[in-house]
């Protein structure tokens, strides 16, 4: 990303072009930052990388292009999937059975069918879902996912450790699973834990790490510990990136003095969503209004939360800029979008829904940053609008991952009556 002659430049092209060339709205992913930030992580824990004893999962919910799953395998990233479909799509793109952990949440019989079926590794959260498990998988290999009693995260929606969380099994629990997985002969060779997304600090994962650790002592067959992702992105410009670098060394140096106390050597897995990909993605806008109020200068755009609903749903910070114009006076105004709701704004701000941006006119190309994770993956059709298309830029050189939906994909599934 840079700026030349007051234009955003993505990938060495403007953004301005890049909208005339694939239409509006559009998500663009810079695939050098892509890349980088894998490699970026990969090396804050280096140590252990180069043993071949840290496994990065991609939690592929963030972003589930194939042209994004097939950069970041061959980054070294495998994956973390939850649905039987994303262990699909993740095999369809050349992704080894033993390199997918599927984590199911709630999940039903058929989705452990289908794993065991293809070979794929299983992580379980539930007693109920380990007997069933076990009555008909007896002998299998599993890992247990474990609610540590903590959690941490940018919003209540995306704490997923502590007694308000629906995820794992409560940390008091663990005796039971240990006499289920006994009864049916299972072996426990792994226990995650995930406590939140959008975490800045060390401190909560390592505490969290901490606490795992301490249980993991009483699971005598293990091969692997997975300590989650979390690791949050500044979206905010005021924000400080964690430091990845200190917090590598100190989860190697922890996990180290663990294994050497455990009595032999053991992989750890990690599973960055985000942090791989958010910072890559943006989403262009084009602007198709201007209205004001008493209060309020409005500038609508063709695009809405059924694009990004981040913002919406979890008054979510995003940098938004002016493309045609980036060095521009700066006015104030609420950056709406196209959906039929009051809350359809991208522009909010811990209550505020304003922002000050370089003065807009009809026409001009907006840019929603850091929404390469929880953009495209989590948008819809809603009041029959389509999602655009996707575009991978490198190099000066634009590359359609993912056409726009046209009327036709809007009935595709459909059923018409007699």
């Not at 990845?244 to 989860?251: E, I, R, S």
């Not at 050497?260 to 992989?267: I, N």
């Not at 493309?323 to 609420?334: I, P």
């Amino acid at each position: 990303m840079e700026i030349q002659n007051n234009q955003l430049h993505l990938g060495g092209l403007s953004a301005e072009a890049l909208r005339t060339n694939f239409g509006s709205p559009l998500y663009v992913y810079e695939e050098d930052s892509l890349r980088s930030q894998c490699r970026r992580l990969l090396k804050c824990f280096d140590e252990l990388h180069q043993q071949q004893r840290l496994q990065l999962h991609f939690a592929m919910k963030a972003n589930s292009n194939p042209s994004i799953l097939k950069i970041l395998r061959q980054e070294g990233a495998w994956i973390d999937a939850v649905s039987p479909y994303e262990v699909q799509l993740a095999l369809d793109c050349g992704y080894r059975p033993e390199q997918i952990l599927f984590t199911g949440n709630n999940t039903a019989p058929e989705e452990l069918d289908f794993c065991v079926e293809n070979g794929v590794p299983l992580n379980i959260g539930s007693l109920l879902t380990l007997e069933h498990f076990g009555k008909h998988y007896s002998g299998q290999n599993i890992s247990l996912r474990v609610n540590p009693g903590v959690g941490a995260g940018h919003h209540a929606h995306c704490i997923t450790g502590g007694p308000r969380s629906k995820f794992g099994i409560y940390h008091d629990q663990l005796e039971q699973a240990q006499e289920l997985a006994q009864r049916h002969s299972l072996r426990i060779v792994g226990i995650q834990s995930h406590i939140g997304t959008g975490i800045f600090a060390p401190e909560p994962m390592l505490e969290a790490m901490e606490m795992i650790l301490v249980l993991a002592e009483h699971f005598t067959e293990l091969e692997f510990i997975d300590f989650g992702g979390g690791f949050g992105i500044p979206y905010r410009p005021e924000q400080q990136e964690m430091d990845v670098n200190a917090l590598g060394q100190q989860m190697t140096e922890r996990f180290e003095k663990f294994c050497k106390e455990y009595g032999r050597p053991l992989s750890m897995k990690l599973e960055p969503g985000r942090y791989l990909v958010g910072p890559a993605g943006f989403l262009l806008l084009s602007v198709t209004n201007r209205k004001h109020t008493p209060e309020y200068q409005f500038v609508g755009t063709d695009s809405g939360f059924h694009h990004l609903v981040r913002p919406t749903m979890y008054g979510s910070y995003h940098r938004i800029w002016n493309a045609s114009r980036m060095e521009d006076e700066l006015e104030t105004v609420a950056v709406v979008g196209n959906v039929c709701e009051t809350g359809d704004f991208f522009s909010v701000d811990q209550g505020n829904i304003q922002r000050d941006l370089p003065k807009t006119t009809v026409g001009d190309c907006l840019v929603i940053a850091d929404a390469g994770a929880y953009g495209f993956s989590m948008s819809s059709q809603y009041n029959s609008r389509p999602r655009p298309a996707e575009v991978l830029v490198k190099d000066g050189q634009a590359q359609l991952i993912r056409r726009a939906e046209r009327y036709t994909d809007l009935l595709r599934t459909t059923q018409e009556l007699d």
